[in-house]
């Protein structure tokens, strides 16, 4: 099992940052692939960024050169930075993780919000 606990959402203006944390209850340098995917209202759930375990990163193109995705083992949590966001980056964003045989999980989501 794998507890995820998603912080650091909130509102800001069009162009700014934020970095959003995700608290893992199992070491997160030892899960397969974990991750950030994001819903807007009326949109599915899409995948936004994900980092393997050998540290190989793949971003959205829509967010390739804004955000970027690392983990601090120190904290054992995984990071979201988000730089020049955009209004359509407005969603609710979960942390997963993929266990493979294990299962996959999420956390609860934060909320983002950015106004133009």
């Known amino acids: 099992q794998v507890q995820l606990v998603e912080s650091g959402g909130g509102l800001v203006q069009a162009g700014g940052s934020l970095r959003l944390s995700c608290a893992a209850s199992?070491?997160?340098?030892?899960?397969?692939?974990v991750g950030w995917y994001r819903q807007a209202p009326g949109n599915e759930r899409e995948l936004v960024a994900t980092?393997?375990?050998?540290?190989?990163?793949n971003y959205a193109d829509s967010v390739k050169g804004r955000f970027t995705i690392f983990r601090d083992s120190a904290k054992n949590t995984l990071y979201l930075q988000m730089n020049g966001l955009k209004p359509e980056d407005t969603a609710v964003y979960y942390c997963?993780?993929?266990?493979?045989?294990?299962?996959?999980?999420w956390g609860q989501g934060t909320q983002v919000t950015v106004s133009s």
């Open positions: 997963h993780a993929d266990r493979g045989y294990f299962g996959r999980f």
């Open positions: 199992t070491d997160i340098f030892s899960i397969n692939v």
């Open positions: 980092i393997t375990k050998s540290a190989s990163t």
